[in-house]
């Protein structure tokens, strides 16, 4: 079985920023220099949102114009945020997906901006022991995402350690808090997935279908940072 529940919560990087989706300049040469990193237009002052759960590894002022800057460990990868006006969040502190850790700045005089020319914040992605590599194809910055269109559909009596994922996100998320945590899509299982889809707007079934995909992603952005960080401790447990 392909991982469908893992991708639904663990795949692909969401935008820590919102709302926000135009890129101003993308990773690449840029005049005789490299830019290691993509830029996103956005206000002064907007708010920075962990994209995933991790540990901060460096905060403060940064060198090379790239002002306040935030960088955070994560499982398997790591980022790094530059022109931030405000920071948050402290070296070596624990922080989980959706938790706002800073402000974004804005111009050459505003606190934190670097040597930016604009109200914009500059995202760096490193895999594994890779330098900088493009962050682009990993976060999802559209807003309106188009649902896949085929995939392997997940359904009851079906058995895998995706399946206990994706309970965490049931019970947790308020569709049954008494489910028992296991690999097992049973009864109760489906009724959770058909309350789920019922508040989603799709027809009730209880089948898990690619297309559940994005709805789910949002869905859990929405959450409160306590309800995703008991599903982030139930699926790392």
Not at 36 to 41: A, L, N, P
Not at 166 to 172: A, P, W, Y
């Amino acid at each position: 079985m392909k991982d469908l529940i893992r991708k639904i919560l663990l795949e692909s990087i969401p935008n820590p920023v919102p709302g926000n989706r135009d890129i101003t300049s993308p990773f690449g040469p840029r005049g005789d220099k490299q830019h290691y990193g993509m830029d996103i237009s956005v206000s002064c002052g907007t708010k920075l949102k962990a994209p995933a759960s991790g540990t901060v590894m460096e905060v403060g002022q940064s060198d090379g114009g790239c002002g306040g800057s935030i960088r955070i460990q994560h499982d398997g990868f790591q980022t790094r945020y530059c022109h931030l006006q405000r920071i948050y969040v402290n070296q070596n502190e624990k922080v989980f997906q959706g938790e706002v850790i800073g402000l974004t700045g804005g111009g050459k005089d505003v606190e934190g901006a670097g040597t930016s020319t604009g109200c914009h914040l500059h995202i760096e992605l490193k895999k594994g022991n890779s330098g900088p590599i493009d962050p682009e194809p990993y976060f999802n910055l559209d807003q309106n995402p188009a649902p896949p269109t085929d995939g392997e559909k997940i359904v009851k009596g079906d058995n895998s350690a995706e399946i206990k994922t994706f309970k965490c996100f049931l019970k947790h998320g308020g569709y049954d808090e008494t489910l028992e945590i296991n690999n097992s899509f049973d009864n109760k299982t489906e009724a959770a997935v058909k309350k789920l889809q019922g508040e989603l707007g799709l027809q009730q079934n209880g089948v898990i279908t690619p297309n559940m995909i994005p709805l789910i992603k949002d869905k859990i952005q929405s959450l409160s940072s306590s309800v995703r960080r008991k599903i982030q401790n139930c699926y790392n447990s």
